[in-house]
T-cell receptor, first 115, second 112 residues
Framework: NAGVTQTPKFRILKIGQSMTLQCTQDMNHNYMYWYRQDPGMGLKLIYYSVGAGITDKGEVPNGYNVSRSTTEDFPLRLELAAPSQTSVYFC??????????????FGPGTRLTVT | GNSVTQMEGPVTLSEEAFLTINCTYTATGYPSLFWYVQYPGEGLQLLLKATKADDKGSNKGFEATYRKETTSFHLEKGSVQVSDSAVYFC???????????FGSGTRLSIRP
């Protein structure tokens, strides 16, 4: 298993450009998440999904969109990039369900700079 | 609401020192508790976990005991190494909950 993979690893965007951060997991996990981590800070939840076709907002959803058409993929879309979106973005997944003992599995991150 | 409070960092220790990073939580019921570690330039990875009261999670010389009476899950290691330098996150998750609640993270630096 490759686990959770993210592409690209690095990206520089100009203000107003758009891009999609890709996230794929091969563990057949139901739940998937997008976080951002600003320098020296903790994680903030952007969006999450509990299954294909179902998404919900986290703490900081403004400026982002997501979709979940398959169990494996959970792309994050930035429509009009702003300097405030400069951050490291992490995708994560977990089996979900009623059992609380499962941890989240994280991807390696995408470092995004908006100038 | 449910929350996780961690000891503020950064924490700087000398190699072979004893480590404690405090973590307390506010929650109703019986969540599962986790410690994650983030090495420089990497994503978070699970370090250890405990799923019920009095359970002890352990991995790589680190330990944490789920203390329901004090609502705590402190991370300890008897002798730290330079390679333990990282950011450590405490977290909790409830049954049927779709989200994990993370603490703010504690940065640990170990001097040779």
């Amino acid at each position: 298993n490759a686990g959770v993979t993210q592409t690209p690893k690095f990206r520089i965007l100009k203000i107003g450009q758009s891009m999609t951060l890709q996230c794929t997991q091969d563990m057949n996990h139901n739940y998937m998440y997008w976080y951002r981590q600003d320098p020296g800070m903790g994680l903030k939840l952007i969006y999450y999904s509990v299954g294909a076709g179902i998404t919900d907002k986290g703490e900081v959803p403004n400026g982002y969109n997501v979709s979940r058409s398959t169990t494996e993929d959970f792309p994050l879309r930035l429509e009009l990039a702003a300097p405030s979106q400069t951050s490291v973005y992490f995708c994560a997944s977990t089996p979900g369900g009623r059992d609380s003992l499962y941890e989240q599995y994280f991807g390696p991150g995408t470092r995004l700079t908006v100038t | 609401g449910n929350s996780v409070t961690q000891m503020e960092g950064p924490v700087t220790l000398s190699e072979e020192a004893f480590l404690t990073i405090n973590c307390t939580y506010t929650a109703t019921g019986y969540p599962s508790l986790f410690w994650y570690v983030q090495y420089p330039g990497e994503g978070l990875q699970l370090l250890l976990k405990a799923t019920k009261a009095d359970d002890k999670g352990s991995n790589k010389g680190f330990e944490a005991t789920y203390r329901k009476e004090t609502t705590s899950f402190h991370l300890e290691k008897g002798s730290v190494q330079v390679s333990d330098s990282a950011v450590y996150f405490c977290a909790l998750r409830y049954s049927s909950a779709s989200k994990i609640i993370f603490g703010s993270g504690t940065r640990l630096s170990i001097r040779p």
